[in-house]
C-alpha cells in the first residue's frame, strides 16, 4: 500500500480512513467513475457513504491529489495526479487507456505556450474517438 497519508499531507488535506480507503481503491484499478469507486472502496472501508466519496473526490481533484477525465455524455473517471500522459477515451465503453507523452508532443505543447506568453501550470490531454474492440462491434 503506498503511502496516502503523506501524498495527503503534501496536498495540505488531513488524512482520514475515508480518504484513503478512496485512494486505495482507485490506485487497485486505474480510471474509475465514482460508482466503481463506491463499489471497491465498501470492499476496504464498509461504512463510507456514495455521500463521501463525492465530497471527498471534489476535494482531492481540488487539491491535484486525483485527475478528473471528463467523458462526454457518460460519468467522469479518476485517477491519482501521475507523470503527464495522454489519455485515449473511448466515447462508446468509456474505457480510458494511457498513453505516454513524447518528446514530439513536449515540443508542440512548450512551442505554443511560449509564443503566447501562456504560463502553463497543469495541462491534460484526452483525445476522444471509438476503441478498437468497440470499432469490432459496430
Ligand atoms: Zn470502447
Ligand atoms: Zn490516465
Known sequence: MSDYAQLLKEHALKATF???????AIENRGHMSVEDIYNEAIRINPTISLATIYKNIIVMVEKSVLVEVPISGKKSKYELRKSDHIHLVCTECGAVEDKPCIEATDRVFHDLTETEH??????????????ASCQECA
Open 18 to 24: 475515508q480518504r484513503m480507503s478512496i485512494l486505495q
Open 118 to 131: 501562456f504560463k502553463l501550470n497543469k495541462r491534460q490531454i484526452n483525445l476522444y474517438g471509438v476503441c
